[in-house]
């Protein structure tokens, strides 16, 4: 009979926050010292540095009661957590979005003129540099899509149909002002996008 290959570090947080989600309970150390292994397969010796992680991590809280140290985790607050990163992704990749726009104007604008070719190499890089964090912060945000549980996130935390209507009332505006700009200045779909960075794309999202 092959033995059971060792949990890693990794696997251990997994496990034992698992623990916590699972009962819903608040626990001394001496009881995770007792339930882990036999709930969890973690080996009693190292309980108490796996859950030292997880405080450390902000993924287990901890509190001193009348001389003895409690400790717990709920399923909630994971789900909290997870959406306030989503928002911060989201937000640092519309601030980026929007550096983006304004370099590349900066751009334009330089190369218009001609009058100053090593503005237009220091605008090119930065240009290089956003590109790249935009890609960072896209890849983070699918990575937290792929992580979140989104049934339980919209039961819980999430008006999903609301966050919808509010991208479909933004994609309006977004067509109104174009509307406003082909009457205005007697230009295109194609020359608009260019200029205000639209995507060609670009189009309601199903409620």
């Known amino acids: 009979m092959s033995r059971r290959k060792p949990l890693t570090a990794d696997e ?10 699972e009962t819903n309970d608040i626990y001394q150390l001496k009881d995770l010292e007792r339930l882990a ?27 001193k009661i009348s001389g003895s ?15 306030k990163q989503i928002n911060e992704v989201e ?14 104007s900066q751009l334009k604008n330089a190369e218009d003129a001609l009058e100053d070719l090593a503005a237009v190499e220091v605008i090119s890089r930065e240009i290089a540099v956003l590109k790249d964090e935009k890609e960072t912060l896209e890849k983070r945000l ?13 039961a819980k935390e999430c008006d999903t149909k609301k966050l919808l209507e509010a991208a479909n009332r933004w994609t309006d505006n977004v067509f109104i002002t ?16 260019k200029v205000f960075g639209i995507p060609e794309e670009l189009d309601y999202v199903d409620v």
């Open 142 to 154: 699918q990575e937290f899509q792929h992580e979140v549980d989104y049934e339980e996130l919209k």
């Open 12 to 21: 251990k947080q997994v496990k034992l926050l698992e623990l916590f989600h």
């Open 69 to 83: 140290l409690y400790y717990w985790s709920f399923p909630s607050e994971n789900i909290k957590k997870m959406g």
């Open 37 to 63: 292994p036999q709930e969890k397969g973690i080996v009693m010796q190292s309980v108490k540095t796996t859950l030292q992680e997880l405080v450390d991590n902000g993924l287990v809280h901890s509190e």
């Open 178 to 193: 174009k509307s406003w700009c082909k009457r205005k200045f007697d230009k295109q779909d194609r020359e608009l996008n």
């Open 91 to 104: 937000s640092k990749t519309i601030q980026i979005e929007q550096r983006l726009q304004a370099t590349q």
